[in-house]
C-alpha cells in the first residue's frame, strides 16, 4: 500500500487506533493461511481451569507447569475439536487453554467459502451453550430484583406497600372489590370497601377495572425491560468477548515460533504470579527531562553503575571488536548497559549482553498500552529482572523510520539515564 493511499484511507476513515481485534487491511480470511488466534473469556473471570506446578520446571518433567480443565475448559476442548468437522478446510495445529482466555493455531488448507470470523462464531456458539448449561445448574445467590429486603414478612414498609397496592385495586381478575387474608372488602386503609380519592367500590371513580386492564401491558414492558438487562450483562449466557486477536503466520519458518509460544503460556503465567511487577506496564514516569513508560526491572535504575553504550557507524571490525569487549566486561563486573541499539555497533553489544543474561535498559521508539507485554525472549528477560524497557513516546501499531531527531534524543536519553543519581 503506496504512502499517498495510506493518507486517503486515514483521510477517511481517521487515524488508526490501537487495538488488539483488529482485522489486517491486506488479508480476506478465506484464503490458505496459517492463524494464531486469541479468544478472551468475558470479564477475564477464570472460569475454563488453574495453572499448576513449578514455572522453573523442564519441559516433560512430572511439575512442569500445566494447566487442570475446569468442566466448562473441558466443554471448550471439545468445541474447538469439532470445528475441523464442521469445516474441513480448517485443520488445528496447537490449542492451549488458559484460566481466563484461550490460544490456538489453525490452519486453513484451502479456500473457504466462509470468513473465518464464521468459524469461530460457530466455536462460540458452541461455548456459549456449554457456559448457559454450566451457570443453570449453578445456585443462584444474588436475590430476584422483584424481592427487596424491605419485602419481608412484619415488615412495615412491605404492609404499607401491600395496602397502597389494594387501595388501587389489587384484583386482578377485574372484580371490583377486594380481599385480603379472607377478609370482605379492603381492609388497607381500615375502612370496608376499595377506596381512591375517597370513592367507594362500584361508584364513579373506582379504577380496580381500568388497573386490571393495564397489568397485560405493565407485564409486558417488565419483561421488555428483564431482556434489556440481560442484554447488557455481558456475562449473561456469553461465555468470550466479542471479536478475537489473530496473527497471520508470514512463513513455515515462524510456525515453530507461535506453536512454541502457545504450549508455554502456562509456563509464562507462572512466571508472572512470581514477578507482576517485572511485567507490568508502568506510565507517567519522570526520569530527567523526560516522562517514560515501559514495562520490566525498575531497580536496575537504582544500580550504582550504569553505562550508555555508543558506538560510532564508521568504526572497523577491530574498533568493534575491542568495544564490544569493554562493554561486556563492564557488564559482567556489574554495570548495567543502557542503549537504543541503533548503530550496528551499538545492536551487537547489546544483544552480546542479552545473550548473556546481563542487566541491560533498552530504550525504544515505540510505548506501550495498557495491554502491552513482552514477547519471547524479552518476556522471559524481564521476569528474571535483568531487562527494563522505556520509551517516552506514546504507542502506535505502525512500523516507522526512525528520523535523524529521534536517534538524536534517545541517545542523549540514553546519557542521562545513566548519569541520573539514585
Known sequence: MTEERKKDIEAFAGEKQPSMKRRSDVNDYHGRHIYLLTLAVEGRRPLLGKVVDNPMAADGSADAPRIELSALGGAVFDCWQQIPKRYPEVEI?????????????????????????????????????????????MPQSTPSKEHTPNEQPGNKQSQANSSEQCKAGCREDGKDSCKEDGKKGCKGDGKEGCKEDGKEDGKEGCSCSAYAAAVPQLMQQSQQQA????????????????????????????????????????????????HPDYLRPFFNLRLGSYVYSGIGNLSLLSTPHRLAVRISRRNNETQLQEELRRYIAAAQSGTVLISPAISPGEKRVMRAAFDAKLPTIVIMENGFTSLSKPHGEQFYACAEGRLLMLSPWPHHNDRRKLTAQQCKAMNLMALELAALKK
Open 227 to 274: 431482556k434489556r438487562e440481560r442484554r447488557e450483562d455481558r456475562h449473561h449466557g456469553l461465555l468470550f468477548e466479542p471479536n478475537y486477536n489473530d496473527l497471520i503466520c508470514k512463513s513455515y519458518d515462524m510456525l515453530p515460533t507461535l506453536i512454541n509460544y502457545v504450549k508455554d503460556n502456562p509456563r509464562r503465567l507462572l512466571m508472572k504470579r512470581m
Open 93 to 137: 495445529l496447537a490449542l492451549q487453554i488458559m484460566p481466563d482466555h484461550l490460544h490456538g493455531i489453525l490452519w486453513v488448507k484451502e479456500e473457504m467459502q466462509q470468513h473465518l470470523g464464521h468459524v469461530i462464531g460457530g466455536f462460540k456458539t458452541g461455548c456459549n451453550k456449554a457456559y448457559r448449561a454450566f451457570t443453570a445448574a
